[in-house]
């Protein structure tokens, strides 16, 4: 279980480096990638997919039973929005970045939640792109939640 929890861990912190140090691009948001790859967009699915897979198990063993809904809304909708386009992948983004907000309020997470938006929001400040920054502090908040219990 560890093992896939640090394999997530990678692949969450690899992607978004990729795209800022080596191709030296900062991306609008995650979607924006997928555009960016072209014909090569299933990477970006397979980064959700393999960050989704490998952090649930232990995201599961660490939650308590009235939270198990925000946590398959959380991975139910990234990996939805996978495959569709336009309103309705925007809307499984902002449910599921809804569900993992609600489920570190519930959790007593808020901290780390306040302390990874702040540094998105220094970032943001720095660098804009908004929303890819909003993204990787939701991401990250429920992994750091998930470490640190």
Request: with cysteine; charged share 10%; proline share 2%.
């Amino acid at each position: 279980m560890i093992a896939m929890l640090i394999i997530g861990i990678i692949i969450a912190i690899a992607y978004p480096l990729y795209w800022i140090c080596i191709r030296e691009i900062i991306p609008t948001s995650l979607t924006n990638t997928y555009e960016l790859l072209g014909s090569k967009g299933w990477i970006l699915q397979g980064y959700i997919a393999l960050v989704v897979l490998t952090i649930f198990p232990s995201w599961l063993l660490i939650s308590e039973n009235n939270s198990l809904l925000c946590i398959t809304s959380v991975c139910g909708m990234l990996m939805a929005a996978n495959k569709i386009d336009g309103k309705a992948h925007i809307m499984s983004v902002v449910i599921s970045c809804l569900s993992a907000l609600l489920w570190l309020i519930l959790g007593d997470w808020w901290i780390v939640l306040a302390a990874t938006v702040s540094v998105g929001l220094v970032l943001g400040l720095r660098y804009g792109k908004w929303l890819l920054w909003c993204e990787l502090a939701m991401i990250y908040s429920v992994i750091l939640s998930i470490i640190l219990n």
